[in-house]
């Protein structure tokens, strides 16, 4: 199987890539870091895997369209879209810098980069979309208002590219993990509920994608916990979602 995963030098990335990293698998992996990418490839490697990297930052438009035209000569069997990042927790205006950023990193290279391979995949009828959104996609809390509007974006993406490949055999998947220990997550000053290690994490990720899940949230009493505020009446959940955000960009 040829799996590319973006992102792959750190956190869930570096351990999805470690899982995948078998003798019967090709990898492709895809990070802006080179140091770190080259010791996740090793790594990979000795674990059996064809490892092939590319250092790229992926707000590169121009570069990531041109692995994407470059890697679609050739058939690829999973896409794991799991780079991203995310500003911190602020309560004051977001400044448009970081909500470029975020958008570009969190949503617009998506695109950029599959632009050129999905014709590929279309052709092959054949192949998986991976998307890593979050849990902050479906409810919006005041302090994370750039990053929870990526993730929604990709959110629609991903939902209108699964209609529109699922006639040409391409399964397209979008799964929504609330808190992972990982880089990003360690940034944070306040309880993250349900915090999970990014080894268990991973683990119900991979679980998702062999059983080709369109759409998967967890953990689980999180997302009912979301869920359940969503049904409520707007002025109750101004009350929750004010009780709730303790004062994180303070």
Known sequence: ?????????????????????TKDNTLVLIAR?????????????????DVET???????FERIREIGTELGQNPIDRI??????SVGHNGG????????????????SIHALLEPIIPKLMEQRSGEIVFISSLASLLSMPTSIAYSS????????????HYQLKPH???????????????MTRKNRFKMPFLLKTEEGVARIVRAIERKKIRYAFPF??????????????SLRDKIVNFTNFKKGQ
């Open 1 to 21: 199987m040829r799996i590319l995963i973006t992102g792959a030098s750190s956190g869930l990335g570096e351990v999805l890539a470690l899982h995948y990293a």
């Open 33 to 49: 870091r080179e140091d770190r990418l080259s010791d996740v490839a090793s790594r990979c490697r000795e674990l059996g895997a």
């Open 54 to 60: 590319l250092v790229a930052d992926v707000n590169d």
């Open 80 to 85: 794991i879209l799991n780079a991203g990042v």
């Open 93 to 108: 205006v977001t400044p448009f810098e970081d909500f470029e950023r975020l958008f570009k990193t969190n949503f617009l």
């Open 150 to 161: 990526s993730k929604r974006a990709l959110n629609a993406y991903a939902e209108g590219l």
């Open 169 to 183: 055999g391409i399964s397209v998947m979008t799964i929504m993990p609330g808190f992972i220990d990982s880089e």
């Open 221 to 234: 009493r999180f997302y009912l916990m979301i869920r359940i505020v969503l049904l409520f009446p707007q």
